[in-house]
């Protein structure tokens, strides 16, 4: 599966989760999406279960970024520390 060359975000990951984070922080995240994440998100991402299944996971040290991969790129839903983020994924995805 390809993912194109297309990242795009939720409104919520630009307006609450990357400005929470510290900006040393927030460059390795966003180092990692552009490496991984646009090159082989498949490889680099592990496949969420439960209510995520149809989600990914790339790991950044304690930190997850939540993503699904769409025919024109990759959807990134949350990033945040992989104590809260499934809880907020459970809000923010409704489910």
Do not use: C
């Amino acid at each position: 599966m390809s993912s194109g060359n297309k990242i795009r975000l939720h409104r919520l990951v630009i307006k609450y989760d990357l400005p929470r984070l510290d900006s040393t922080l927030r460059q390795r995240i966003h180092k990692l999406i552009k490496q991984r994440l646009l090159t082989l998100p498949e490889l680099y991402g592990e496949p969420m279960r439960g209510f995520l299944k149809n989600l990914w996971k790339l790991r950044a040290g304690d930190f997850r970024v939540i993503y699904s991969i769409e025919k024109d790129g990759i959807f990134i839903h949350i990033v945040g520390h992989r104590s809260e983020v499934y809880k907020i994924a459970k809000k923010r995805l409704g489910k």
